[in-house]
C-alpha cells in the first residue's frame, strides 16, 4: 500500500558527493518516522540516519559528520546528502518509513535499494 522509489546512486571516486532521495507514496495518512539503511557486501544491514518529526534525530558513528538527512513532509521524501564518501562507503541504501495508513494501520515500508559505489 505504501510504495518507497529511492533515486541518486551510482558510481563516485572516493572524497565524492551523492544525494539520495526516496519518495513515499501510496495510502499514506501520515510518515512518523524515515531513514536510510544501507547493507554492505558479507555484513548485516546497519542504519544510516533516521528523521522523526521532520528532523534528523539519528546518525550511524560512521557517517557522523559526513552525511545529513533532510525530509519534505509535503512531498512525502527524504533526502540524504553523503559527503565526503570513502570506499567502506559502499553498500546497497535502503530507504526505510515508519508510517501510519490512512486505515489507521501503522506499519514498516522498504524500498527496493540504490546502489551506491565508490571506487576510483
Known amino acids: 500500500q505504501v510504495q518507497l522509489v529511492e533515486s541518486g546512486g551510482g558510481l563516485v571516486q572516493p572524497g565524492g558527493s551523492l544525494r539520495l532521495s526516496c519518495a513515499a507514496s501510496g495510502s499514506i495518512f501520515s510518515i512518523n518516522a524515515m531513514g536510510w539503511y544501507r547493507q554492505a557486501p558479507g555484513l548485516q544491514r546497519e542504519l544510516v540516519a533516521i528523521?522523526?518529526?521532520?528532523?534528523?534525530?539519528n546518525y550511524a558513528d560512521s557517517v557522523k559528520g559526513r552525511f545529513t538527512i533532510s525530509r519534505d513532509n509535503a512531498k512525502n521524501t527524504v533526502y540524504l546528502q553523503m559527503n565526503s564518501l570513502r570506499p567502506e562507503d559502499t553498500a546497497v541504501y535502503y530507504c526505510y518509513t515508519d508510517s501510519t495508513s490512512t486505515r489507521g494501520y501503522r506499519i514498516p515500508n522498504w524500498g527496493r535499494g540504490t546502489q551506491v559505489t565508490v571506487s576510483s
Open positions: 528523521v522523526t518529526s521532520g528532523s534528523p534525530t
